[in-house]
């Protein structure tokens, strides 16, 4: 099994900026893609931005420019750095991974770390 662990949610002003980190750990044998998503009450849970593992990116169109997300191969780490926040932004982040542990790719996610952003 694989194991993502987020960090770095909080509360923080319109403007303001925030790092969440993830770490992947457990029985990895390989990772692909790595990404975070959010959720807004009420709302589906939507891909903020992606890296595969040759390092090309992609990110929600409102928050290119914005945020940007890094990983670490050799540590099983993604972040994703957050500038200019608005109240919109306002959500439970959530980490991603498409790894294999034992026998087969699956899905993996982390529990979320909430991010409010106030105006």
């Known amino acids: 099994q694989v194991q993502l662990v987020e960090s770095g949610g909080g509360l923080v002003q319109a403007g303001g900026t925030l790092r969440l980190s993830c770490a992947a750990s457990?029985?990895?044998?390989?990772?692909?893609?790595m990404a975070w998503f959010r959720q807004a009450p009420e709302k589906q849970r939507e891909l903020v931005a992606s890296?595969?593992?040759?390092?090309?990116?992609h990110y929600a169109d409102s928050v290119k420019g914005r945020f940007t997300i890094s990983r670490d191969n050799a540590r099983n780490t993604v972040d994703l750095q957050m500038n200019s926040l608005k109240p919109e932004d306002t959500a439970v982040y959530y980490c991603?991974?498409?790894?294999?542990?034992?026998?087969?790719?699956?899905?993996?996610w982390g529990q979320g770390t909430q991010v409010t952003v106030s105006s």
């Open positions: 890296m595969s593992t040759d390092g090309s990116t």
């Open positions: 457990g029985s990895i044998r390989s990772i692909q893609s």
């Open positions: 991603w991974t498409f790894a294999l542990s034992s026998t087969a790719y699956k899905n993996y």
